[in-house]
């Protein structure tokens, strides 16, 4: 594949990889923005949409910044906007409850598994900071999501029971 510099890579170079994470993270989120949601999480989404196709564009033309300390600020107030109001955890939250929690924690996985590509991508050549960082709040705002994704469609959190299987 070619990147944005005109540079050619191997597919299974690691900035391939993580450009394909970020791709299907975004994805995600669109079969979640796809879901009824309430009308706050509709807004936020796109947004990060935009700021994932903005991340792409920087994987693919390395050295050039598009992801800022602002894209991390906006995603520390909607962390805060959406964990207003929510109990404090007690225990490990499973995935699941309302569909579009449901979907919020698949798109938290996907976010995890980029950053993680992200990471190891800054171990084999030089890379900014903020993209890994920005993908660590993401997921971040995406299980804080699920969870008041849950409350507004009338679930509780899916609370993990610890030895619950033991014989």
Not at 1 to 16: E, F, I, M, T, Y
Not at 111 to 131: D, F, G, K, N
């Amino acid at each position: 594949p070619g990147l944005a510099s005109g540079a050619r890579v191997a597919k299974d170079h690691r900035r391939v990889a993580a450009l394909g994470d970020v791709d299907e993270l975004n994805s995600a989120i669109g079969v979640l923005l796809a879901e009824s949601l309430p009308a706050d999480a509709r807004e936020a989404l796109p947004s990060v949409q935009h700021d994932l196709f903005d991340l792409g564009g920087e994987l693919s033309l390395p050295g050039h910044a598009l992801i800022s300390a602002a894209h991390l600020e906006r995603l520390e107030r909607l962390v805060e906007t959406f964990n207003r109001g929510l109990p404090p955890l007690r225990e490990f939250v499973l995935p699941g409850g309302t569909r579009a929690a449901a979907l919020a924690h698949v798109a938290r996985t996907v976010c995890r598994r980029a950053e993680r590509t992200l990471v190891a991508l800054a171990h084999a050549e030089a890379m900014p900071p903020l993209p890994a960082q920005y993908l660590n709040r993401l997921s971040d705002l995406l299980f804080v999501l699920a969870r008041a994704l849950n409350r507004a469609g009338g679930s509780g959190d899916v609370q993990w029971q610890q030895g619950r299987n033991r014989g």
